[in-house]
T-cell receptor, first 113, second 114 residues
Framework: SAVISQKPSRDICQRGTSLTIQCQVD?????MFWYRQQPGQSLTLIAT?????????ESGFVIDKFPISRPNLTFSTLTVSNMSPEDSSIYLC??????????FGQGTRLTVV | GEDVEQSLFLSVREGDSSVINCTYT??????LYWYKQEPGAGLQLLTY?????DMKQDQRLTVLLNKKDKHLSLRIADTQTGDSAIYFC??????????????FGSGTRLQVQP
């Protein structure tokens, strides 16, 4: 199984600011996924991050709002830009490559005030 | 698009069996998953089943898959208070070769009463 570490685990941010969330995996993976879990809701895929190419965003999510970096095969960042209270969510990083297991980090709980 | 549905809440007594149900729509799903989320925690992968199987058992957990009806269930035997959590059903969908992301159900909150 993959061990996924996310930083920060939680943060409280002022509206209008940006937060960058880091995701570190203990093994090399081709694809990393970023999900959002709004309060009391299920998980929604934001984007897929491949090393060496631009991230692919799902409907309703755009690069200007959620820029993603993927500098190598073990690391990715998701930035939540120009935050508003509606961005308050848990953001989760996930990996799943080839084999069926799909693992998640512990999540970053973001509160925007 | 893909859609995964679950009942929102289930309450059982400690020692009883719990059965959490899920329906999905994407017949091309390769794998179906069950995750557990405890309060304030991330997602823990409990088990998964390949779409050409109809049952998988892992200790106290039994997964049943009815592919014809697109119905998935998770049975927890001898449910304990530590099993209280939200359980998410998820199906995989492939976008490009090797790229597999998940569509999640709304989650079922399992409450285990002592």
């Amino acid at each position: 199984s993959a061990v996924i570490s996310q930083k920060p685990s939680r943060d409280i941010c002022q509206r209008g600011t940006s937060l960058t969330i880091q995701c570190q995996v203990d093994s090399q993976v081709t694809m990393m996924f970023w999900y959002r879990q709004q309060p009391g809701q299920s998980l929604t895929l934001i984007a897929t991050a491949n090393q060496g190419s631009e991230a692919t965003y799902e409907s309703g999510f755009v690069i200007d709002k959620f820029p993603i970096s993927r500098p190598n095969l073990t690391f990715s960042t998701l930035t939540v830009s120009n935050m508003s209270p509606e961005d308050s969510s848990i953001y989760l990083c996930s990996v799943g490559q080839g084999n069926p297991e799909a693992f998640f980090g512990q999540g970053t709980r973001l509160t925007v005030v | 698009g893909e859609d995964v549905e679950q009942s929102l809440f289930l309450s059982v007594r400690e020692g009883d069996s719990s059965v959490i149900n899920c329906t999905y729509t994407d017949s091309s799903s390769t794998y179906l998953y069950w995750y557990k989320q405890e309060p304030g925690a991330g997602l823990q992968l409990l088990t998964y089943i390949f779409s050409n199987m109809d049952m998988k058992q892992d200790q106290r957990l039994t997964v049943l898959l009815n592919k014809k009806d697109k119905h998935l269930s998770l049975r927890i035997a001898d449910t304990q208070t530590g099993d209280s959590a939200i359980y998410f059903c998820a199906e995989s969908f492939s976008m490009d070769t090797g790229r597999r992301a998940l569509t999640f159900g709304s989650g079922t909150r399992l409450q285990v009463q002592p």
